[in-house]
């Protein structure tokens, strides 16, 4: 089990080890006094948490969920942004103000990106309100699963912005269907969790926000109990065949098993079939 200590200093971030469940880090945003929103202090925190988890050799998969009851997250909280990122701009110069914009966005996008870039397959549990930086996060996991009374919007266009964290890059490759995409972001209209569902934006839906997360833990036990060696190269393989070419992909892929195909996984995994018993596969 990871050493929880080495986790509690993170602020607006509580990260649980489940006993019943070997190997799986449970991240949970906490600040559901104002809807789980974010500030850059948060976002710098999960840039740093996800980095820590894929280099953890005692992590094997993690659960992303939201605490309390409203709300996944609500997106950005308006109110530091409105005293920050996006405060009125008294420059005399647009080109050099637009240099500092660009480092400052890249950076914000490179900590959710982390999530994505994390070695670990990430599960993420969609409940209550979901909005803009909500549908950001939840595109950079690997599995969607949401409660019923789940509601999501990609609001952006509301606040007189394109969505610049993820969404219009990841959201179209999620769901496969370009139409739905640009109609929601283009209208910022809710959907809710069957819609959901039904384009592909999310896995399942179960009754409640408890039900979720137990069967989010349930689904990243699962995967935990896996050779990480596999479970990695396959999460490594899915994204990189995402973004290229077929060939590009099968050409990657037979690079990476070249020497992944060399691991001892393989034949204690082969073993513990023949022998009708669970595999035990050593740390990665």
């Keep these: 089990m990871a050493d929880a200590q080495r986790y509690s200093s993170y602020k607006y971030f509580n990260i649980f080890f489940p006993e019943q469940y070997q190997y799986v880090a449970h991240v949970e945003i906490n600040r559901p006094d ?15 948490i996800f980095t820590q988890l894929s280099h953890d050799s005692s ?15 609500t997106g950005l909280d308006v109110k530091f942004a ?17 240099f500092e914009l660009r480092r400052h966005i890249a950076s914000f996008q490179d900590c959710i990106t982390a999530v994505e870039r994390c070695e670990k397959p990430v599960i993420c549990i969609m409940h209550g309100l979901a909005l803009g930086l909500a549908v950001d996060l939840s595109v950079a996991t690997d599995v969607r699963l949401a409660s019923a009374d789940f509601r999501c919007a990609v609001k ?27 109609e929601v972001a283009l209208t910022a209209r809710f959907f809710l969790a069957d ?7 999310v896995n ?11 069967r989010g833990l349930e689904m990243a036990g699962l995967m935990a109990r896996k050779s990480p060696v596999a479970v990695q190269g396959t999460k490594e393989l899915l994204n990189y ?3 290229h070419s077929v060939e590009d992909g099968l050409r990657y892929t037979a690079v990476w098993n070249a020497a992944a195909l060399q691991t001892k996984d393989i034949q204690a995994a082969m073993l513990s079939g023949l ?3 669970i595999p035990t596969f050593e740390k990665l």
């Excluded at 509301?158 to 640009?182: C, E, F, H």
């Design 241 to 243: 065949s995402r973004d």
């Design 82 to 98: 409105s005293q920050g990122l996006l405060a009125e701009k008294k420059v005399a110069d647009a080109a050099r103000e637009a």
């Design 156 to 182: 952006e266009v509301d606040v007189g912005l394109a969505a610049d964290i993820g969404t219009l890059s990841r959201l179209p490759k999620a769901v496969g269907n370009y139409g739905w995409v640009k």
């Design 59 to 73: 992590v094997r998969a993690i659960v992303l969920s939201g605490a309390g009851d409203k709300a996944f997250t």
């Design 275 to 277: 022998q009708k018993r």
């Design 195 to 201: 819609e959901a569902k039904e384009v592909g934006f």
């Design 34 to 48: 104002k809807m789980n929103a974010f500030f850059e202090a948060m976002w710098l925190e999960l840039g740093q």
């Design 204 to 214: 399942a839906v179960y009754k409640d926000k408890e039900e979720t997360v137990r």
